[in-house]
C-alpha cells in the first residue's frame, strides 16, 4: 500500500500520459483526495482530446425492450419474468418494435438499443429475423444492442458457436454490442449477484471474438452490490488487458445497482462519491478506451454534469424509452434541451454525437438550439402497454 504523501507522483504520471498499475488504481481509488483524483483524470482527458477538449457528447437513442421473459434470474434484476410467469411476463410483437423504431426516427433518434431477457425460445434466427427487418424498413439507424451474455444464450438455444452466432447477427444488421451483462467481472461478485451467467472471464472472451470478427462494443460496470474496491479495480484491469489486444472497446460506462423490486433490496448502494471517483480512476487507468461516459440515468443529473470534471467526455443519451434500470427504483429523467443546458453549465460546449462518437451536431450557439419538446426520456413501467403474450405464456395460462 502507497502512503498517501506519496499518491501525488502517481497522479502527476497519469496526467502527463503514463500508464498506472493496477496496485497503483486501488490506492489512487481508496485514498487519494477527490479534488486530486478528478483534476488528474480531467487532465487525462484534455489530454486526449486536444482540440476538442472543450465538447461534451450525448446521444438521442432508445431502449427497445422485447421481452422481460428470462431464464438468468439476477439477484439485482427487478426487469425479468420467469418462463411461467404468466402475469408479469410479455414480448414484443414486430410491428410494435417496428412502430418503436419509427418514432425513434421522428424525433431525431439515431441508435436503438434491442434489449430483453434470456428468453427460453429465442436463438439467433429470432435476432436475424427482427435485425433484418429493423434494417429493412430503418437502413439509417443503428443496432447498438446486446452483450455476451445474449450471445452465448441464443447460440445454445440454436445449437451453433459463438463465432456463427455473431457472424449471423451482424450480417442481418447488429452493428455493434452495447456491453450488456458485464455487471462485474471477478468472480466472487459476479456469483453472488448473477449464478446463473456465464463467468467474467467467458464474457471477456466473447468480447474479444467479436471484436477479432469486425463488431466493436462498450463495456461496463455494475457498481454497489457488495464488492469491495480491489475487485472494482480488477474489473478495469480485465476489460483493459483486452482491450490492449483488441481495441475494440468503444467506452466505458460504470453505473450504480438500483435498490428496489430486486432479491438485493437493501444491500448498500455505492455512493456518489464512489462513483465520481470510479469515472475518474476509469479515466486514468483505461489509457487505451477511448471515451468515459457520466451516467445520469442512475445517478441524478447534478453528479451526471459533474461527472465531466472527473474525466467523462460524454453524458450519455437522452433514451427516449426505458425499463429496465427503471424498474429498479432509478426514476431521473431528462430531455434534450436540458442535457444541453447542463453540459454548458459544466463549461463545455454540448455535441450531439453518432454511435460511433463523431459529431453530428455542435450546439455552439444557444440561438440555433433545437426546440423540438418531445425529445425527452421517458420511463415505463415493466407492465408495457402493447406487449404481447408469448404463446408459451398463453399455453400456460389457460391449463
Not at 171 to 182: E, H, I, K, R, Y
Request: proline content about 4%; some cysteine.
Amino acid at each position: 500500500m502507497t502512503e498517501k504523501a506519496d499518491l501525488q507522483p502517481i497522479l502527476d504520471r497519469a496526467a502527463a500520459g503514463g500508464r498506472i498499475s493496477p496496485e497503483e488504481a486501488l490506492d489512487l481509488y481508496r485514498d487519494a483526495p477527490l479534488h486530486a483524483l478528478g483534476a488528474a483524470a480531467d487532465a487525462v482527458r484534455r489530454r486526449r482530446y486536444a482540440g476538442t477538449e472543450h465538447i461534451a457528447t450525448y446521444i438521442i437513442e432508445r431502449n427497445i425492450n422485447y421481452t422481460n421473459v428470462c431464464v438468468t434470474a439476477c439477484k439485482f434484476c427487478a426487469f425479468y419474468a420467469a418462463p411461467k410467469d404468466t402475469k408479469k411476463g410479455w414480448t414484443r410483437d414486430l410491428d410494435d418494435i417496428l412502430r418503436r423504431c419509427a418514432e425513434t426516427v421522428e424525433l431525431g433518434g439515431t441508435q436503438i438499443m434491442f434489449q430483453g431477457g434470456h428468453h427460453p425460445d429465442y436463438g439467433v434466427e429470432y435476432y436475424e429475423k427482427h435485425f433484418a427487418a429493423i434494417k429493412k424498413e430503418f437502413p439509417e439507424l443503428v443496432i447498438h444492442s446486446l452483450g455476451a451474455s445474449e450471445v452465448e444464450h441464443m447460440a445454445r438455444i440454436s445449437k451453433v458457436s459463438v463465432e456463427e452466432a455473431i457472424q449471423r447477427i451482424h450480417a442481418a444488421g447488429l452493428d455493434s454490442f452495447a456491453g450488456a451483462g458485464a455487471e462485474l467481472l471477478p468472480e466472487r461478485p459476479r456469483k453472488a449477484i448473477a449464478p446463473l451467467k456465464e463467468s467474467g472471464e467467458r464474457w471477456l472472451e466473447i468480447m474479444e471474438i467479436a471484436h477479432n470478427l469486425g463488431v466493436e462494443s462498450t463495456s461496463t460496470m455494475l457498481m454497489g452490490t457488495g464488492e469491495t474496491n480491489a475487485e472494482r479495480i480488477e474489473h478495469l484491469r480485465m476489460i483493459r488487458d483486452v482491450q490492449d489486444r483488441t481495441g475494440g472497446f468503444r467506452a466505458f460506462i460504470p453505473y450504480t445497482y438500483q435498490p428496489e423490486n430486486n432479491h438485493l433490496k437493501g444491500r448498500t448502494q455505492a455512493t456518489l462519491f464512489e462513483y465520481l471517483r470510479m469515472i475518474a480512476i476509469a479515466r486514468i487507468f483505461l489509457d487505451n478506451v477511448a471515451h468515459i461516459q457520466g451516467s445520469w440515468l442512475t445517478t441524478g443529473k447534478e453528479v451526471g454534469q459533474l461527472s465531466l470534471h472527473y474525466g467523462a467526455d460524454d453524458l450519455g443519451s437522452i433514451m427516449l424509452e426505458e425499463n429496465v434500470v427503471s424498474s429498479a427504483g432509478a426514476k431521473h429523467r431528462s430531455n434534450r434541451l436540458e442535457i444541453i443546458d447542463l453540459i454548458r453549465k459544466a463549461g463545455r460546449v454540448p455535441a450531439q454525437r453518432a454511435t460511433t462518437y463523431e459529431h453530428l451536431v455542435v450546439h455552439d450557439d444557444p440561438a440555433n438550439d433545437p426546440v423540438d419538446e418531445r425529445v425527452v426520456s421517458h420511463i415505463s413501467s415493466t407492465a408495457i402497454a402493447g406487449g404481447t403474450a408469448h404463446p408459451e405464456l398463453k399455453l400456460l395460462a389457460s391449463n
